[in-house]
């Protein structure tokens, strides 16, 4: 029934790893997004990809490449770990890029040790 | 570039008050604005969704409002219970994207 959901829920590693993190929804939706939300829980917008073409990348490092393989799978891979990576990883997925409204999974929280 | 600030960062209020949070955004060229909620540790979890065309929605105890002339929102919560207890966040719709506020921890004491 889960709309959105994400694996793993918790991830730990250590510097210099390589990691991935899947996201599949489930209700239709054309456009997938990552945002990231830091320590001091403010959330920002990583990537967003529509209809498996990438339309946003909000000038993250290039360790991070999402890979869209259908409409409704997009996942997250993160090579090079730095602690600086640590924080909580969101997808989400909306009908289109336009107006739509956006709903999230339960993220997965990425400790760098 | 757009900026969206939420105050205030922290509230507490005794059960059964109404209350209102406030969110405003530097530029008014939105394609919509959605209020959220987030439980610690947990997903957000949306709770209303303003398009710019529109100026208020409502679900339930709760009535959201946008003006986008003034590049405010408020979400106002009517007899607040300690469930209600939560992070609210304000998002902005910007074709692709949402730019977040930084939200209002709300506490609602028995």
């Known amino acids: 029934d889960t709309a959105v959901s994400q694996t793993p829920k918790y991830l730990v590693t250590q510097m210099g790893n390589d990691k991935s993190i899947k996201c599949e929804q489930n209700?239709?939706?054309?456009?997938m997004y990552w945002y990231k939300q830091d320590s001091k829980k403010f959330l920002k917008i990583m990537f967003s990809y529509n209809n498996k073409e990438l339309i946003i990348n909000e000038t993250v490092p290039n360790r991070f490449s999402p890979k869209s393989p259908d409409k409704a799978h997009l996942n997250l891979h993160i090579n090079s770990l730095e602690l600086g990576d640590s924080a909580v990883y969101f997808c989400a997925s909306s009908q289109d890029y336009s107006s739509y409204e956006q709903y999230f999974g339960p993220g997965t929280r990425l400790t760098v040790t | 570039k757009q900026e969206v600030t939420q105050i205030p960062a922290a509230l507490s209020v005794p059960e059964g008050e109404n209350l209102v949070l406030n969110c405003s955004f530097t530029?008014?060229?939105?394609?919509?604005l959605q209020w959220f909620r987030q439980d610690p540790g947990k997903g957000l979890t949306s709770l209303l969704l303003?398009?710019?065309?529109?100026r208020e929605q409502t679900s339930g105890r709760l009535n959201a409002s946008l003006d986008k002339s003034s590049g405010r929102s408020t979400l106002y919560i009517a007899a607040s219970q300690p469930g209600d207890s939560a992070t609210y966040l304000c998002a902005v719709g910007l074709g692709g994207k949402l730019i977040f506020g930084q939200g209002t921890e709300l506490s609602v004491k028995p």
């Open positions: 209700l239709g939706h054309d456009t």
């Open positions: 303003i398009q710019s065309s529109q």
């Open positions: 530029d008014s060229a939105i394609y919509n």
